[in-house]
């Protein structure tokens, strides 16, 4: 009855990670087939996991299944199902018994506080728990092996329930410039940089280099918007026509909508923009901005005609994040307030109008770098992560030798780095600073984004090391702790990628596809 129990454990709800088939290029990484086994079967199974590893991405793929394909009908309830489980981690479904009856009382609590402190566990409950159920799977036959099981779930608990849990955290979604301690958002020092981008913006043609050298280190928000426009090429250097240039590509965005967008409910496109439609309220889910109406409409728009208009890739899961910095800061140009609670219903039509042409058009020059991410197979992202773990191999041997020693992939977390662009794992007002550098660096959201990364994996060098399990360590990875991250951190993230670019500047040439 007990082995039923657990090896039905992942069947009894829909809703939960493994329940349904992979699509390519999903929000949230694929999850290793280990994870919905007791630590009983992983132990008996060690051997045969190692004769059964994945030998290419397609049959990783297939033996991996993922939670965000889902049915229309489901995803209603799937979203509520987010809503009232308080923020617990993607991975909770896997957590063992005492687990999951721990989080449970947590959450009803109802303390931010209180759950994102570590567990206070009685020992005297744990050997009670040992005595007339099981620890980790297993029916305990002794008070010795009760205490000895004990001990090892309170320091499991206590690794793995202390993690911040980003989604009941307010301040996450958080889309203003200041740093992490509260700074002011203008020094002297960014007064006098401020001054220094103006005069460069207000020459009759933009010295492009110039403008580059200066983005590098961040770009002020009150230039920011005609500073993206320029470096990523949607506008011209010359002054006089970038007027010319801007109202004859947003007539053309809305060209590609009267012509195009009424066939999303034909036969060969419903299936798009059905996953397109699922997606949109998935975008951001807990910063006001996005889940307004007319802020989703204008996301459908423009990922449908950037699908339909890119045929080789179409749109995957996981290109409806790229759109978020583009609209936010362009937004910003007419709002002084944050942003992320502004009604974008009240603003002029011409004006929304010019926003979403904007973003389409900024999107779509950033994509045109790193399109290869998103066609068949999705052979970039395969590519970088490869590189990715070759190269952390060179400059962390201690972290790439443990993650061998408990066989974790690097494609099971950085998947979604390359593919979201860390979107994932930094709070909002991080990527718009870290694209400030992106688009800035050459290649800077292909190449550069690399080295950004194992920046990314070796900040976090103790706590991976501190991790002795599989589990644990996808847990970490997946759930690093970056919520109350700012300009500094981010600022210390790109010198560190900038340091390893030019440190390992004789790094093999596929690092640079």
């Given at each position: 009855m007990a082995t039923d129990s657990r090896i039905h454990f992942w069947r009894r709800s829909s809703k939960v990670p493994g329940s349904v088939q992979p699509v390519y290029?999903?929000?949230?990484?694929?999850?290793d087939p280990?994870?919905?086994?007791?630590?009983?079967?992983?132990?008996s199974s060690f051997n045969n996991l190692k004769s059964k590893k994945a030998s290419s991405f397609h049959e990783f793929a297939r033996s991996t299944n993922d939670a965000w394909d889902i049915d229309d009908e489901e995803d209603e309830g799937f979203r509520e199902t987010v809503h009232t489980s308080s923020g617990t981690s993607e991975l909770d479904s896997a957590s063992s018994a005492h687990s999951r009856r721990q989080q449970r009382h947590q959450d009803d609590r109802g303390s931010v506080s209180d759950r994102l402190a570590p567990p206070r566990t009685d020992s005297r409950d744990l050997q009670q728990d040992a005595e007339s159920d099981r620890i980790n799977g297993k029916v305990v036959k002794s008070n010795s092996d009760a205490q000895l099981k004990a001990s090892s779930v309170c320091s499991s608990l206590q690794k793995q329930q202390s993690l911040p849990v980003r989604p009941i955290i307010p301040l996450v979604a958080r889309i203003s410039d200041q740093n992490a301690s509260g700074a002011p958002?203008?020094?002297?020092?960014?007064?006098?940089?401020?001054?220094?981008?103006?005069?460069?913006?207000?020459?009759?043609?933009?010295?492009?280099?110039?403008?580059?050298?200066?983005?590098?280190?961040?770009?002020?928000?009150?230039?920011?918007?005609?500073?993206w426009r320029l470096l990523s090429g949607y506008l011209p250097a010359n002054k006089e026509r970038r007027e010319l240039v801007l109202k004859r590509k947003r007539e053309e965005y809305f060209g590609f909508i009267e012509q195009y967008y009424h066939s999303r409910t034909d036969e060969h496109n419903k299936d798009t923009y059905r996953q397109i439609h699922i997606d949109i309220p998935r975008t951001n889910p807990l910063i006001p901005l996005f889940q307004q109406p007319a802020v989703q409409e204008v996301f459908e728009r423009i990922l449908f005609i950037w699908a339909i208009r890119h045929p080789a890739s179409g749109y995957v899961q996981g290109i409806n994040d790229l759109v978020t910095p583009f609209f936010v800061v362009f937004l910003s140009e007419f709002v002084m307030e944050d942003v992320e609670n502004f009604d974008v219903a009240a603003l002029p039509l011409d004006t929304q109008r010019n926003i979403e042409a904007d973003s389409f058009w900024c999107m779509s020059k950033l994509l045109d770098g790193i399109q290869d991410n998103y066609t068949f197979a999705q052979p970039g992202i395969q590519n970088k992560v490869k590189a990715l773990e070759e190269l952390v191999s060179r400059i962390d041997v201690d972290i790439h030798n443990h993650f061998k020693r408990y066989e974790v992939e690097y494609l099971q977390f950085a998947f979604r780095w390359m593919n979201n662009l860390l979107m994932r794992e930094l709070p909002l007002r991080c990527t718009i600073r870290l694209w400030d550098t992106y688009q800035a660096e050459a290649d800077g959201?292909?190449?550069?984004?690399?080295?950004?990364?194992?920046?990314f994996l070796i900040e976090w060098h103790k706590e991976i090391l501190s991790m002795v399990d599989f589990q644990g360590l996808l847990m970490l990875l997946q759930n690093l702790p970056t919520i109350h991250w700012g300009n500094e951190e981010v600022g210390l993230l790109l010198?560190?990628?900038?340091r390893l670019k030019y440190t390992f500047a004789d790094a093999p040439s596929h690092y640079k596809r």
């Open positions: 290029g999903a929000q949230h990484p694929p999850l280990r994870l919905r086994r007791t630590h009983k079967d992983t132990k958002p203008m020094t002297v020092r960014e007064k006098n940089r401020l001054d220094k981008f103006r005069h460069l913006l207000a020459s009759p043609n933009t010295d492009l280099e110039e403008l580059q050298k200066h983005s590098w280190s961040g770009i002020p928000r009150e230039v920011r918007p005609v500073t959201f292909s190449h550069f984004h690399l080295y950004v990364c194992a920046a010198a560190e990628a900038y």
